[in-house]
């Protein structure tokens, strides 16, 4: 594991427990009579990312780390790293003043033209579709609330 692998799932970790135990409870509705509570996914998807991340740590210091290819943490890596992340942090108040739908589709928009994503039509074609597909999922399949 290279150091910069290092960083990034420390990283990963933190924003994960952010999410676990701070921001998902403030900013999810709270739970309806019926169903899951909004935040049961969202918390689901955070503690499996903290521990896919703790896991490669985990395997990475076994074998130990490696040079970054004489490069080092730059801050090239650090705002690599970070662009994915602002985006990340801001979908919970855009869920709650813009609505799941148009808070996730913005963040989706975000983050594929952050990846380097030029084909347009495609993008809006995932971005409003995820979304859809996602909400179909939790209102009728699992009768949880949207965010």
């Known amino acids: 594991m290279r ?3 290092f960083v990034i799932n420390i990283l990963l970790i933190a924003f994960s427990l952010a999410m676990v135990f701070y921001i998902i409870p403030k900013w999810t509705a709270d739970p309806q009579e019926y ?3 909004g935040g049961s996914l969202p918390t689901l998807l955070c503690v499996v990312i903290g ?3 703790a896991l490669q740590i985990f395997s990475g ?3 130990g780390l490696r040079p ?3 490069k080092g943490l730059t801050l090239g890596v650090v705002l690599h790293v970070v662009k994915y992340f602002v985006p990340m942090f801001g979908i919970i108040p855009l869920w709650k ?3 799941f739908m148009i808070g996730s589709i913005i963040v ?3 983050l594929l033209l952050i990846a380097g994503r030029r084909d347009y039509v495609r993008i809006a074609i995932i971005a409003a579709l995820l979304p859809a597909g996602v909400t179909i999922l939790l209102l009728y399949g699992l ?3 949207t965010p």
């Open 3 to 5: 150091k910069q692998e």
């Open 35 to 37: 169903g899951l509570s």
């Open 51 to 53: 521990l896919l991340a």
């Open 61 to 63: 210091l076994v074998k």
């Open 68 to 70: 970054d290819d004489g």
């Open 97 to 99: 003043y813009c609505g």
């Open 108 to 110: 989706l928009l975000a």
């Open 143 to 145: 009768q949880v609330p």
